[in-house]
Structure formats: C-alpha cells, structure tokens
C-alpha cells in the first residue's frame, strides 16, 4: 500500500475507467476528467471520486495526474493552454502520461513540465482492456529516477510490473519494441492457424500440445479458439494497432531502422479495417486468410 495520494486521472476509455477505479479501491483520492462529460459523472457515481467540467479543474493540487488518451494530439488537447492539467498542477506534483504516443512528444512535454517545476514520466501500458480490468498493466516507463520512485508506487495499483527503461521518450520507444513483437507474433499465428485449419487438423489438440514447446505464445493461448471461430468483436481494435504501428514507422525511418515485416503487417491491418474490421481485435489478421 502506498501513501495516499491526491490524483487525477484524464480519460476513461477501456483502459483508464478501470485505471482509475483501481487508484479509488487503493486509497487515493481520485479526480476525473472526460471529455464526454456523462462517461466521468457514471466513473464518480460508481467509486470514491468526483468528476470536474475540465482537466485542469481535476488537476488542481493533485500530487499526481495520470493521463490516457488517444493520440498525440489528445495529450496536447488535455495537457496544455489555459484548461490543461498543467495549468492547475503545482511544482513538485508529477504528470504521469499512459498514452501510448510519440517518444518526440514525451520529450516535448519533460521539457515543459522540467521548467514549471513539475515531474515528467511517459508510461504507455500493454496488457490491454483485460489487463485494465484485472489490474494487471506492464508498464513501460520513461524519466528520471526520483521522480519515478514517487510514482511508481502508485502506479503499482493496476500494474503487475512497471520498469524504469531509461530517460523521457525511452517508456514510448519501449511501447513500440511491444506493439512491433506483437504484430509479427499475431501475423505468424494467423498463418499456421489458417494452414491447421485448411490441412483438416483438430487445433484444440493442435494447440494444445505446441503451447507448451517454443511456439507459446500469449497470443496463441489467449487468441486461438476465438480465431478459429471468426470471432472478432471485443479486445484490442485494429484502428488502435494501426495508430501504434504508424508511430513505429515513423520512429524507424527517423532513425534508420529497417521494419519491413511491420510495414507489410501494417498494411495487412489497413486490409482488415477495409472490410470492415476496424474495432475488430488485432487477431482478425486470420479472416484475411481465412476469407480471401
């Protein structure tokens, strides 16, 4: 347990409405901001917690304001000008931002936040809406040691690891490495789960028996009956993949790192959204196998 802390939290999509509640069964004092304002009066109705009209109202005083939205350009939305939560953050108070985002923005923002005398960390999670409601996030984080020392215990209330990679942007950078790894691990399965199928295999035994040899995945165990069922509809949606892929693209090329197999699965993903797939779970690569 952590001391109690006076927090905000910014967005309740799927993953932070759970983020945030479980900030409220750990003690703190949670504040919250939505941009559609009824999504953040159900978050306050149902914990410990009150709603405010803008992010800098639910930023005032806090020590600790936690940030996750879509984009980079959300961040900036929430974050800066006469209503973001910097606007009502104090000096000493520490901006932590779960988005997962640009490393470049990361960096903008440690600078700002450097000068107003306010702790900087970029946090981006992998886990997915199960993690969030399991309160189980991996947390990848970039900023300075002090400053992570005093988050991190709070952020130990929906995580079941959070690690200090290096300095700001390296959180996001490391956000990227997942999402890269993930593409090609979904692509492949996608592959030998159509190839099972086609070729008349029973994948449960199938499955069953490879998951415990080198090909395990957490793809392949959470993934494959939902695959070979053609059911798509809940978990992590392509358009998100798509967006996250997109910013590891444009970090490759900055820095000349070749992706060739993420720029082809990208475009796989483009495909998927094209037939309609674009809330479809990333796992929905099978169905242009399966279907083509």
Same mark, same amino acid.
Request: hydrophobic share 45%; charged share 20%.
């Given at each position: 347990?952590?001391?109690?802390?006076?927090?905000?939290?910014?967005?309740?999509?799927?993953?932070?409405?759970?983020?945030?509640?479980? @900030?409220?069964?750990?003690?703190?004092?949670?504040?919250?901001?939505?941009?559609?304002?009824?999504? %953040?009066?159900?978050?306050?109705?149902?914990?410990?917690?009150?709603?405010?009209?803008? &992010?800098?109202?639910?930023?005032?005083? *806090?020590?600790?304001?936690?940030? #996750?939205?879509?984009?980079?350009?959300?961040?900036?939305?929430?974050?800066?000008?006469?209503?973001?939560?910097?606007?009502?953050?104090?000096?000493?108070?520490?901006?932590?931002?779960?988005?997962?985002?640009?490393?470049?923005?990361?960096?903008? @923002?440690?600078?700002? #936040?450097?000068?107003?005398?306010?702790?900087?960390? $970029?946090?981006?999670?992998?886990?997915?809406?199960?993690?969030?409601?399991?309160?189980?996030?991996?947390?990848?984080?970039?900023?300075?040691?002090?400053?992570? $020392?005093? %988050?991190? &215990?709070?952020?130990?209330?929906?995580?079941?690891? *959070?690690?200090?990679?290096?300095?700001?942007?390296?959180?996001?950078?490391?956000?990227?490495?997942?999402?890269? *790894?993930?593409?090609?691990?979904?692509?492949?399965?996608?592959?030998?789960?159509?190839?099972?199928?086609?070729?008349?295999? $029973?994948?449960?035994?199938?499955?069953?028996?490879?998951?415990?040899?080198?090909?395990?995945?957490?793809?392949?165990?959470?993934?494959?009956?939902?695959?070979?069922?053609?059911?798509?509809?809940?978990?992590?949606?392509?358009d998100w993949m798509r967006k996250d892929l997109g910013i590891c693209l444009a970090e490759?090329?900055?820095?000349?790192?070749?992706?060739?197999?993420?720029?082809?699965i990208d475009q796989f993903y483009a495909q998927v959204q094209a037939r309609g797939g674009?809330?479809?779970?990333?796992?929905?690569?099978?169905?242009?196998?399966?279907? $083509?």
């Open positions: 347990m952590s001391e109690t802390m006076k927090t905000a939290f910014i967005g309740l999509g799927v993953m932070g409405y759970p983020m945030a509640g479980y @900030l409220g069964k750990s003690g703190h004092d949670v504040a919250v901001y939505n941009r559609t304002a009824a999504k %953040a009066e159900k978050w306050a109705g149902a914990h410990a917690g009150a709603a405010f009209a803008t &992010p800098r109202e639910a930023a005032n005083g *806090c020590d600790i304001v936690f940030v #996750c939205v879509g984009n980079d350009d959300d961040v900036r939305s929430v974050v800066l000008g006469d209503d973001g939560v910097l606007a009502g953050m104090t000096k000493g108070s520490i901006l932590v931002d779960h988005t997962t985002a640009s490393a470049d923005l990361a960096r903008e @923002l440690a600078a700002i #936040c450097a000068e107003a005398g306010i702790g900087f960390l $970029d946090a981006p999670v992998s886990g997915g809406q199960a993690g969030a409601e399991n309160g189980a996030l991996t947390v990848m984080v970039g900023g300075e040691q002090a400053i992570f $020392d005093r %988050a991190a &215990p709070v952020i130990d209330a929906y995580s079941q690891a *959070c690690t200090l990679i290096g300095p700001a942007g390296s959180g996001q950078l490391a956000k990227m490495v997942n999402q890269i *790894c993930i593409a090609g691990v979904v692509q492949g399965l996608s592959e030998a789960m159509n190839f099972g199928m086609k070729a008349g295999l $029973d994948m449960e035994k199938v499955i069953g028996t490879i998951s415990k040899g080198a090909a395990q995945s957490w793809q392949m165990e959470n993934r494959w009956e939902t695959m070979v069922e053609g059911k798509f509809d809940y978990g992590f949606a392509v490759a090329e900055r820095s000349n790192a070749r992706l060739p197999t993420t720029a082809l674009a809330r479809w779970d990333t796992s929905s690569l099978v169905h242009l196998l399966a279907n $083509d």
